[in-house]
């Protein structure tokens, strides 16, 4: 079994918690917490789980790795403090653990990184002998290695493109859906997420693992964004109203231009309510769903819904993310020190967990 820390317990980890527990070659050895009144308290309760795991949380991080232990789950946010959790990260490899988390867009494609962000994880990596892999859901599989697996059964491809499409009020923070993202916010505020450059640096190092893998040399990278206006004022379960005239949808794409055309597009149309873009794409059902669809000889579309915690979609999401990187952990502790990307670590299948009791 391998000791594995879980370090944060927000949207991604309590979903972590119970795929290490769900796990059956690691097992949880230590809850890492922020919030004091976090400390203390059983990781299962933590997790939403019916049941104690007899881990307790605390907020020691010098204790927790002082311990060496041989693999990190690091769920704590880097949208808002990626020097933060970036030095958390070098902290835990260099304590020779292996480390997987989403929290650093940069280094889902570490060739691309910028050298700020790259030597320091690679210095660690000497001195510590750990290893990283940074991925999710999108950026993350959504669009690395469910749109290559895809994009294998085309005879001819033309266009690969892989779209998020979501109803933001199942994302349970209000914060980044209304300051980061502007949804509720006057048609003249920049979203900080929506300022220009900004989707390539979260999204432009998975279009670059993509044409990487696919074999074609990327002329450039380029953006481009819509924006509508809810038409009435809207009554939201979770994040309350949204006023007439404010930010209610929003549709942004990065492009990879290979011989002048688009050819390997993420696409995404978020909404604060169905009534706002309706000619925009939707998910099947209207809350969320993640899609590949390869332009070619033949047509193919995939759409993936995942659903957790009573049904959320976001939830779901994050649970799917969680799984690619907590099911990644064993492969990484028996494979050399090192700093990993989405096409060296195999998404591999669910070896010993078919009809296993949930946790």
Not at 13 to 42: C, M, Q, T, Y
Request: aromatic share 4%; hydrophobic share 45%.
């Amino acid at each position: 079994m391998i000791p594995t820390i879980v370090w944060g317990t927000g949207n991604v980890g309590r979903a972590a918690i119970r795929a290490v527990d769900a796990h059956p070659a690691l097992e949880l050895s230590g809850v890492l917490v922020h919030d004091p009144a976090k400390v203390g308290r059983d990781a299962g309760a933590l997790a939403d789980l019916d049941r104690e795991l007899a881990v307790t949380a605390t907020d020691d991080i010098d204790a927790v790795l002082a311990g060496r232990p041989r693999a990190v789950v690091y769920a704590a946010s880097g949208d808002v403090r990626p020097g933060d959790a970036l030095a958390d990260i070098v902290r835990a490899i260099r304590a020779g653990a292996v480390v997987v988390t989403p929290a650093l867009y940069a280094l889902y494609d570490p060739r691309s990184a910028p050298t700020e962000l790259r030597d320091p994880v690679l210095a660690a990596i000497t001195e510590g002998g750990g290893s990283l892999f940074v991925s999710g859901v999108d950026p993350g599989w959504g669009n690395d290695v469910l749109p290559l697996l895809v994009s294998g059964l085309a005879s001819t491809v033309d266009v690969v493109r892989c779209q998020e499409i979501f109803d933001y009020t199942t994302y349970d923070q209000p914060d980044s859906v209304r300051y980061l993202v502007g949804m509720g916010q006057p048609m003249d505020y920049q979203p900080p997420m929506l300022a220009p450059t900004v989707p390539t640096m979260v999204w432009g190092g998975q279009i670059r693992l993509m044409a990487r893998a696919l074999g074609v040399e990327l002329d450039e990278i380029r953006e481009t964004l819509d924006r509508r206006a809810l038409e009435t004022t809207v009554q939201t379960a979770k994040m309350g109203e949204f006023a007439e005239g404010t930010q209610g949808a929003v549709r942004f794409e990065v492009q990879g231009i290979v011989g002048g055309e688009p050819r390997i597009v993420i696409e995404h149309v978020t909404r604060i309510h169905a009534s706002c873009a309706p000619d925009w794409p939707a998910p099947p059902d209207g809350d969320g769903a993640h899609r590949v669809i390869i332009e070619g000889r033949p047509r193919i579309e995939v759409t993936v819904e995942a659903a957790d915690e009573g049904g959320n979609r976001s939830a779901g999401g994050n649970a799917t993310a969680v799984g690619r990187l907590v099911g990644a952990i064993d492969w990484l502790v028996a494979a050399e020190p090192g700093l990993y990307d989405a096409l060296d670590v195999p998404l591999r299948p669910a070896v010993g967990k078919l009809g296993r009791k949930h946790p």
